[in-house]
């Protein structure tokens, strides 16, 4: 059975934390339990490597990321 996540917003870290959030608007978030990307890209300016993400809570999970420079 597939999950609905719908949209998907991912949060900045405060504070220069390297922490991010990510939320859904209808939220099946139990369906994801772990994510890794490996490869770089480019979200919001910044450059990202190694994007790992981990269930948190049923409404958001944990982004941990290494941050490059500002593109």
């Keep these: ?7 998907l ?3 900045p870290p405060d504070g220069g934390s390297s922490v991010w959030k990510l ?3 209808i939220g099946d978030c139990d ?3 772990d994510l890794e990307i490996s490869s770089d890209f480019v979200f919001s300016g910044f450059l990202m490597r190694r994007l790992r993400w981990r269930r948190y ?3 958001a999970v944990v ?3 290494d941050l490059g420079n500002s593109v």
Excluded: F, N, P, V
């Excluded at 059975?1 to 949209?7: E, F, K, Q, V």
């Design 63 to 65: 982004l941990k990321t």
């Design 57 to 59: 809570r049923s409404e």
């Design 23 to 25: 939320a859904t608007t």
């Design 9 to 11: 917003k991912l949060m």
């Design 31 to 33: 369906a994801i339990s």
């Design 1 to 7: 059975m597939a999950s609905r996540l719908g949209s």
